[in-house]
């Protein structure tokens, strides 16, 4: 009975944790798509930066295997320079893409998503190849079961929190308003005086960094990162129906969208999992043509998603109503 | 130099031709309903799959099934926008990217379901080469049949697009809709045409790449980033120039791996998508127009 309870508990958390993790790309693509209308094709390349980044930087090479660079670097250091890392492909990638239409960003990530697949796929002095890179250091992980998962999950939850925290000022702040001043008509912002350009390399940057975190923190809490983890469908895909399912342009549609969608992705395997196998496999293709047919329904259907985005005109309708009564 | 004719520029020329067949689609649907379709790689496999059900339903060998993969192919294409494109016409067409996305995703998730996730192939088996030339120029009956079918269908079009009202209107349309509408021309009518013929170009595409290498439910996915380059590179909105962008990288692709400098090939063989994304970038940088004026937007 103890076991089945430990076993149940191990797994609730395990949801927990994976849908916390996506919820932190699902903010990044908030950030990119949500407030600035940027379009990322490319979110697995980003991911897989940040994950390959924080690997190496925290793992030596082990014997007999194919990698050269290593290191030993503590984690939270490597979380940062791997949201570096990512940062930097961003700004190349955005300085050639972001002066064109939102369709030329999208064939453009794509591309830089498929030449970093390649590089860590055959690169095996980097990447260690089609092996990939084990044994990665998790935090909390001398502490006993299930105590360590608990523990990673709380990490997690502080990360989610403290971005959620710091997107929301951003976004109600003067930088945010602007991002949407460019988003929805960028003549106007244009004239008066924004630099366009520039605010949209930051809003690209910046998520493509929280990505970077993202992936590092995937990587870890599986403490192994190969080149099947940057297919495009489980990351790019998945973080995209997040977000528009839970609501583009507002953060906390964005959370409960990568853990509803997470929550939903992860229920329905153990189901089909229980089928006979020439079925299972079957089975999980239909679970992704319905994840696909599930995100046409939200763009037909509830173009806002979950929680739509609210028009910073109702917002401010809202506080200057507040406002009167607080002064009484 | 024979080599480099038999092994790098013969196979360039078959490459180009299926990203140009891909490429023609993609430029014409962005021009004319303004969205990257991104799940135009995976129309090719659908092509593809509908003609290995030909295959395998009648016996018929592959060639036989083209007609018939495209058609169904192109009644395919029109019944996807309808369902899941169309509705978002109004909105901002990032939307409709978006939306393509996910339908590239379902078309590959059905013929997962459907055929299994193994490697097929229409006929197993090899074929001889056939000798031109005294010899000297060694090539695949599959690769001849291939090069003259696509130069055949790229006919077809120009004939089409030049000739018949209907070719008019479309490249009306492409340059200007507004001024299209205005002109009483029926935009509906326009988009269900570029449909068709986006869809069974792609359909004929896929299944010459089936017919040259394998079957997998991957292979047209992997094919969208050369071709958007080839439509990059040939002008948005212009079909010929995407014939043109298409060849030129599929020969990019094949001769990068050509040992041009000492023994070893120039670029590693797993590298070749590299080629296809650096001319995209140079032209993004260099002339987002396309080498044939296309547009921008």
Redesign the interface.
């Known amino acids: 009975m103890e076991t089945v309870a430990l076993g149940l508990l191990l797994y609730v958390v395990a949801l927990l944790t994976m849908g916390g993790i996506y919820a932190v790309l699902a903010l990044g693509l908030n950030v990119q798509w949500g407030f600035t209308?940027l379009?990322n094709?490319g979110i697995a390349g980003f991911f897989a930066i940040g994950a390959y980044t924080s690997a190496i930087l925290t793992t030596l090479p082990a014997d007999h295997s194919d990698r050269v660079f290593g290191a030993e670097l503590p984690l939270p250091l490597a979380w940062l320079l791997a949201m570096l890392t990512s940062g930097l492909i961003a700004v190349g990638i955005g300085k050639?893409?972001l002066r064109?239409?939102?369709?030329?960003l999208?064939?453009?990530t794509?591309?830089?998503a498929?030449?970093l697949r390649?590089f860590f796929?055959?690169e095996a002095a980097v990447s260690n190849g089609a092996r990939g890179i084990p044994q990665l250091p998790k935090p909390f992980e001398h502490l006993p079961q299930p105590w360590e998962q608990l523990a990673f999950l709380a990490l997690v939850i502080v990360i989610v929190a403290v971005l959620y925290v710091a997107l929301e000022r951003a976004l109600n702040s003067p930088w945010g308003r602007m991002m949407k001043a460019i988003r929805e008509n960028e003549r106007a912002a244009a004239a008066m005086g924004k630099n366009i350009e520039r605010r949209r390399l930051e809003a690209f940057v910046l998520g493509a960094m929280i990505m970077g975190l993202g992936g590092a923190l995937m990587a870890h809490s599986f403490k192994f990162i190969g080149p099947e983890a940057t297919e495009?469908?489980m990351t790019t895909?998945l973080v995209?129906?997040m977000l528009?399912a839970g609501g583009s342009g507002n953060n906390r549609g964005a959370i409960i969208g990568a853990v509803g969608i997470w929550a939903i992705w992860s229920l329905t395997e153990i189901m089909t999992s229980g089928l006979p196998p020439e079925w299972a496999?079957?089975a999980s293709?239909?679970r992704?043509?319905l994840?696909?047919?599930l995100?046409?329904i939200v763009?037909?259907r509830f173009?806002g998603g979950l929680f739509p985005e609210r028009s910073a005109v109702l917002v401010q309708a809202d506080r200057s109503k507040r406002a009167p009564a607080a002064a009484e | 130099m024979l080599e480099f004719v038999n092994f790098y520029l013969i196979p360039g020329l078959v490459l180009g031709s299926i990203y140009a067949l891909g490429a023609i689609g993609i430029t014409m649907l962005f021009g004319i309903l303004r969205f990257a379709h991104f799940g135009h790689g995976d129309m090719m496999t659908m092509g593809a799959y509908v003609a290995l059900a030909v295959v395998l339903a009648f016996g018929l060998p592959a060639m036989w099934a083209l007609p018939i993969a495209m058609v169904l192919a192109a009644g395919l294409a029109v019944g996807i926008d309808r369902l899941f494109y169309k509705p978002l016409r109004s909105g901002p067409t990032i939307v409709v990217v978006i939306a393509s996305f996910g339908v590239a995703l379902m078309i590959r998730s059905v013929i997962q379901v459907v055929f299994g996730v193994d490697v097929e192939s229409y006929q197993p088996g090899f074929q001889r080469p056939v000798f031109l030339f005294d010899g000297s120029i060694r090539i695949l009956p599959r690769h001849l049949t291939i090069m003259a079918v696509t130069a055949g269908l790229m006919l077809a079009l120009h004939l089409f697009l030049t000739r018949t009202k209907m070719g008019k209107a479309m490249r009306a349309m492409s340059d200007d809709p507004e001024l299209a509408r205005a002109t009483g021309i029926d935009t509906g009518r326009v988009v269900v045409y570029t449909w068709i013929i986006g869809g069974g170009l792609a359909a004929a595409g896929g299944v010459f790449l089936g017919i040259d290498t394998q079957l997998t439910p991957m292979m047209g996915w992997n094919l969208l980033l050369p071709m958007f380059a080839a439509a990059i590179l040939g002008g948005i909105g212009k079909p010929f120039g995407a014939v043109v962008g298409g060849l030129v990288i599929g020969c990019a692709e094949e001769l990068a791996t050509y040992p041009w400098l000492g023994d070893g090939p120039l670029l590693e063989p797993s590298y070749k998508s590299a080629v296809a994304f650096a001319i995209l970038v140079i032209m993004l940088i260099w002339r987002p127009t396309g080498l044939f004026k296309g547009r921008v937007f």
């Open positions: 209308g379009f094709a050639i893409c064109l239409r939102s369709d030329y999208a064939i453009g794509i591309g830089i498929e030449i390649l796929k055959n495009p469908l895909f995209w129906v528009i496999v079957r293709y239909i992704i043509f994840i696909g047919l995100l046409q763009l037909q173009p």
